[in-house]
């Protein structure tokens, strides 16, 4: 069985900087395409960034050039946050496409809340 630990979440001004971390467990799962998704008050689920194996990289539009996503290993993933909106508020999970056949798991979340 696959389980994703998020870090990081937290409170921060506007301008501010945070960064999620996300670390898998499960042995003998070879792990795909990882990633970051949020879901604020109201709204869908949407994605903000995932990074392939081979380090392909694909952000949404709100949050290109201020996020960055690394792949620190084959089963951990961070997201860099820089010049936080109060827009970008939100619960953030992490996603992980792994197994054979592939199953996607998600994390419990993680508050980010940005103030104005």
């Known amino acids: 069985q696959v389980q994703l630990a998020e870090s990081g979440g937290g409170l921060v001004q506007a301008g501010g900087s945070l960064r ?3 670390a898998a467990t499960g ?4 792990f795909g395409s990882m990633g970051w998704y949020r879901q604020a008050p109201g709204k869908q ?12 990289r694909t952000y949404a539009d ?3 050039d201020r996020f960055t996503i690394s792949r620190d290993n084959a089963k951990a993933v961070s997201l ?5 909106k ?7 999970y ?9 199953m996607t798991y998600w994390g419990k979340g993680t508050l980010v809340t940005v103030s104005s």
């Open 20 to 22: 999620l971390s996300c």
């Open 62 to 64: 709100s949050v290109k």
């Open 94 to 102: 992490c996603r992980a496409d792994a197994g054979r056949p592939l």
């Open 86 to 92: 109060p827009e970008d508020t939100a619960v953030y």
């Open 45 to 56: 689920r949407e994605l903000v960034a995932s990074i392939t194996r081979t380090f392909l």
């Open 80 to 84: 860099q946050m820089n010049s936080l």
């Open 27 to 30: 042995n003998g799962f070879s």
